[in-house]
């Protein structure tokens, strides 16, 4: 049973579902476009890819002492710092944190799906509200993100507004400005009468402590900002040395991501405070009164030692190379897990310890190294698969 | 096979591997077999240089009834992991294997095996003195590293680097994209001291094709599929371009984003034909529509796979204004006289 039936299933219903066919081949148009005119205009993003693979290689050398020192850089800030060495000690340690009866506002994070934080949260008797808008609607239709940027990449405006007039009761048109403005009128409120706002980072340097959190619909702004906790739950692979390394990082993993020019950068390295009256300082001004900050192992240490497998760990999120897959381009997030097509399946085989699911994709992978191409750390997916088909096959 | 490479192995691509460890070519056919294409072809007898004729090519007409079993099985939702042992697989899929290549090589439609005579045609006409193994010629047991079974594939390219060295063999001219990375990269990768220079057919024609006077038959716009192994894998792209381009009466057209390092794959890659042959037909579907929106009346490409599957995408598209073709076959067409 080296496929599983319901995956064999799932993959063949969604290659045979239309709307997912245009959904993507409109997205894969666009996003070719975008990078080509955004590189044009940036090519120096081209070289500093180079850079950042180099500082990516030496930083997953060293995750362990670079989450140390952030750790120590994050105390010194008066905000706390916690390793977690499996997904386990993560959900104990925020589930401590945050406790029950509490309303939560949450920008995306695939670190947070890795784990599946929010199910754990809901479970503890919190409510949750993701505010990342395509999150927003995976949430509401109880669905599964289907990419990693664009988790709601396969859900036409039409159900959108089904969606969308369900909950408020109206009957809303199948209008993109009217649904957006739906979803900020009913998030709104959530993020100031919220207890804890959560994220995770794009990249986080070392030195100083700081969570770079790259967006361009300002929900993670609102959600780290009002609140009056702001927990952040980051792998441990996201970490680099200093600030400089972390602005080379987030630039080109923004270029690459197809924002051009992210609206908000956010850079956060700890509590909300003043020193306005007498030059005292005092926590919690307008901000986070609390900052809490997560490094999870999860595997990864592990995954480091291999030296054809870590590369998973240099990826960006970018996404730039599930446009390229052409089972993607056909069956959208079903060729996945927590994370998406060929390098989706080393992380269903090596950090979720999921080795059905794993193997699944490590077949489904058509080894055409398309995604090689596009990827801004150039990681070697067909190699990987190959390695991982090894390790599945010869224990 | 070990008991947990039984369970995890898609079945389709355990058959290949079974196959070459028990016959040493991905069918499991008598060793006769293996030359039947090159019959009446008159080789060198000198071997410092042979003509790799690999497996794709000479077996693509039994491959694709294979596919075709297990696609039917996949389609009527017959789970395709049967519990068999998998040498019985086409048997219990209903498939004659061995009937169904007399039948071919006795109707004179072998598949694509006359690429393989093309080629030769080719490299002769380009003054070329080629040996050719013949039956004694090894697998070079690809599949066992795509699939993963990695020891498996060492064991095997010792052997088959064992049977070049016997018989003299200094340099090898290769056919099949996914035979020749083999050879070329994964056997030293693999543990063996293969000292042997592997090119592929297209580097050596492009290199020579300015001392032929090529010309097609008629004129017509061709547009040239990328297989993933050539262009990506072994940075082949310039080479089948240059030989196009010498080529009189051939236009040659470019897709607008899917060429080159940047082309789609066919559909075919990694065995995923085998595992997933409904969507595997679907994504050659898709190849195929982005390769005719060029107006090529000629779908030219370097693979038993990618023809296979192109085929099977114009097929059903039904398109019968374009016609695939591998480049060999091409050049031969337009070679003098």
Redesign the interface.
Known sequence: MTISKDYRKELRDAAGNERIRLALSRAIKSYRENTKNTLKKFPHTVRMAEEVLLIKEHSVQHMRELAEEASRAIEENKGKAYIADTAEQALEIIGGLVGSGKLIVKAKSMTAEEIELREHLEEAGNDVYETDLGEFIIQKLNSRPMHILSPAIHVPREDVAKLFSQITGKDLPPDIATLVATARQLLREKYFTADIGMSSANVVAADTGTLFLIENEGNIRLATGAPPIHIALIGMEKLVPTLEDAFKVAEVTWRYANYGIPSYVSLVSGPSKTGDIEKVTTYGAHGPKEFHVIFLDGGRTELAADPILRQVLYCLRCGGCLYECPVFGLTAGYFGDKYFAGIGAVWAAKVHKNLEKGSSMAYTCLTCGRCKVRCPMKIDVPEMILKLRNSIVEP | M?R??D?????G?AYIAENIHKSDNILGLPRQAKSKWAEGIEFSKDRSTIFFAGCGYQYSAMLEPLVNVIGTA?KM?V?P?LPVHLANLPKKLGMDVAGIFSKTVAGDKGGESAVLRDAVKVLKALGLDIGYLGEHEPCCGAPL???????KFSAHAGKSHHAFKEAGVKRIISIVPSCTYALKTLYSRSGVEHDIEVLHFTEVAADKVKSLKLKYPDRVKVAYHDP?QLG??MGLIEQPRTILKSIENIELVETA?TSG?????C?G????EV??P??SR??AA??VAELAETGANIIATQCPGCLMQLKSGLKDLKNDKIEVIDLATLMARSLPG
């Open positions: 070990a947990t490479a369970k995890l192995i898609p079945p691509l996949d939702a789970n992991d590293y795509h699939i993963g079974v990695r020891n993933c990506r894998y984003w390092e940047w082309a789609t794959c559909g890659g990694g065995g995923f595992v997933f409904d969507i679907k994504l898709g190849r």
